[in-house]
């Protein structure tokens, strides 16, 4: 069996310093917090979303976007039962996703050169050095 | 980051521990934030009551009441949002047949603890729509710090002052806010153009015109072409969505909000980065988003998202008048709309149907409560997007269904206990 790998780097800004890496839960689609996150669970009960029900503890969770209210902070909730993302990765922010990745307090990083969402898919294996900004990406996804 | 002297003597503990911690808070927050420095409030704060957003930071009850009791005040003027730590219901609890918030030991206590704001400064407007009522707002170009999705797009599109999501005790003590986003000029410029085909009337028109531009936009800055002159009830209903279905919290109406007298003014004399054309097929497609059952039966009603204003409770009022619900509805208000209601005689039209009117919270933030997983009601209609779309999630895993329509459609079904709404 050959595995093909393909290594792509992506320079962002910090959000929260720190080393992870692990494998990638990507989201095309914004995450909405609130009523929508289910922390204690920790995966997105948003009717209508790809990612429905689908536990992101251990993963690189890599998104769009945040949207809606202020409770998208439950997504950092999560590590208060220990079913937090070990990486928080996204293509753009606001205070939302800084307050959920301070109360996540795992590597964060944004504001990338390329759509993380674009590169990165599910599956893929990812590094993630938070204090230099640096995400490698290791395609093993399938195909 | 950058502090200055002063911030930096808080930063040290000059002015005590509580105020340290603030002040840690505030330089990490603007750090992580890609901040350069912090700006001093000069409009208003809108908090949610409570120790903060980020829970190492956070400051007790006990030490806020500690700080009440020395004399320390909030430094510009401060109103309440809904309480989202306990859910107090200002009005009407009493007859609200959900636990604990009719219990009166529950209220009494949470009331007790929430003195110690008050004492500070806190304005008592416990509403997600503080701004229709707090009797003052802040100036165009001045700095803010407030929460809630509908009043973020007010205090930037509608007011003009500058804010972010961060209304907390921490900003509203130290009177401070990182400075970047929607409090720095070059990002309040529209970059997209958005053209309305559809005709907006209805109030709901504006709601799910809000959900569908903000699905679209995500947090980029439009400006919106052909929605009219939008009433205070549907500047509120879009915002509410526009937040919603995604994360605008400034916009610009050429003519018709404060930063944008013309088109050219809305861009900042720059080209539109893209434009948009939202057709009546786009209003249709979020309106069936939001409509969906798989039979008529409604069995819980929830009017009210965000508050309802004067209007909106006259509105409901009259078409209650004389008719008896055979089903469970809600209308929810701020406390001071509750008083203006009560003095126009809305509330007894509203009682007497046997409906509920209630002021300071909402059914979202009872979460499950009202919609138990035993039993009915498991089919809620709502006259709102942002309820919509998140009553499915604070139910979880309870599998409840919403019916989505115009407040008419909901008086209806509240009456009749059957949905009869459709796309019209």
């Keep these: ?50 990612l429905y029900e689908v536990p992101f503890k251990g993963k690189v969770l890599v998104f769009t976007e945040p949207r809606g209210s202020g409770g998208f902070v439950g997504y950092g909730a999560s590590r208060m039962f220990g079913t937090n993302p070990i990486a928080f990765l996204y293509r753009k922010g606001n205070n939302l996703t800084v307050f959920a990745a301070m109360v996540m307090n795992v590597p964060t990083v944004t504001d990338f050169d390329q759509d993380p969402t674009e590169v990165i898919e599910t599956g893929d294996h990812v590094i993630v050095n938070g204090d230099e900004g640096i995400v490698e990406v290791i395609k093993t996804a399938n195909k | 980051m950058l502090l200055n002297d002063d911030e930096k003597r808080i930063l040290n503990g000059e002015q005590g521990e509580i105020a340290q911690r603030c002040m840690k808070f505030l330089a990490d927050y603007g750090e992580a934030a890609g901040a350069e420095k912090l700006v001093d409030l000069d409009g208003t704060v809108d ?69 110690p704001f008050i004492d500070m400064g806190m304005i008592p407007t416990f509403s997600c729509t503080h701004y229709l009522v707090s009797s003052f707002w802040p100036a165009v170009g001045t700095h803010s710090a407030w929460v809630e999705s509908s009043a973020i797009p007010w205090v930037n599109a509608v007011l003009g002052s500058r804010s972010n999501f961060d209304g907390s005790f921490q900003t509203a003590y130290l009177g401070k806010v990182p400075y970047y986003d929607m409090h720095i000029t070059e990002n309040r410029a529209a970059t997209v153009l958005v053209k309305c085909e559809a005709e907006l ?66 861009f900042h004399g720059r080209k539109p980065k893209e434009t948009i054309t939202i057709t009546r ?8 988003l939001m409509n969906y059952g798989s039979s008529d039966d409604v069995d819980f009603v929830y009017l009210g998202c965000p ?53 300071g919270v909402c059914a979202g933030m009872l979460y499950g409560v009202v919609m138990p997983p035993e039993g009915k009601p498991n089919v809620m209609a709502t006259d709102a997007c942002k309820q919509d779309y998140y009553i499915t999630g604070h139910c979880h895993p309870h599998k409840v269904q919403v019916r989505y329509g115009a407040m008419e459609d909901c008086v209806e079904a509240a009456v009749t206990g059957k949905w009869k709404g459709e796309w019209r």
């Design chain 1, 1 to 50: 069996m050959t595995i093909q790998t393909n290594k792509i780097i992506l320079r962002g800004r910090k959000v929260i310093g720190g080393y992870a890496e692990g494998e990638a839960l990507v989201s095309k689609m914004p995450l909405m917090g609130w009523g929508n996150v289910d922390a204690k669970n920790g995966y997105t009960v948003e009717r209508n979303h790809p």
């Design chain 2, 47 to 115: 908090l949610h009551p409570g120790p903060g957003w980020v829970g190492t930071y956070g400051v007790s009850m006990e030490e806020i009441a500690k700080l009440a009791r020395k004399g320390e005040k909030f430094k510009v003027p401060t109103f309440s949002d809904k309480d989202a730590a306990m859910n107090v219901i200002v009005d009407g609890w009493e007859q609200c047949g959900v636990l604990p918030n009719s219990d009166p030991a529950y209220r009494e206590k949470r009331m007790k603890e929430l003195q």
């Design chain 2, 201 to 266: 009337e209805r109030d709901m028109d504006y709601d799910l015109f809000g959900w569908a531009v903000g699905e679209a936009l995500g947090l980029k800055v439009p400006a919106l072409l052909g929605i009219g002159r939008p009433t205070t009830t549907q500047l509120v209903k879009m915002n509410s969505a526009l937040n919603t279905g995604g994360q605008v919290r400034m916009y610009h109406i050429p003519g018709y909000t404060p930063e944008a007298p013309t088109l050219e003014a809305a």
């Design chain 2, 281 to 288: 097929n786009d209003l249709k497609r979020v309106y069936e």
């Design chain 2, 307 to 359: 508050h309802y204003n004067i209007q909106e409770l006259q509105k409901v009022a009259g078409l209650l008048d004389d008719r008896k619900c055979s089903t469970r509805l809600w209308v929810m208000t701020n406390p001071q709309t509750y008083k203006l209601a009560e003095q126009a005689g809305y509330r007894k039209t509203i009682e007497d149907s046997g409906a509920t009117l209630l002021s």
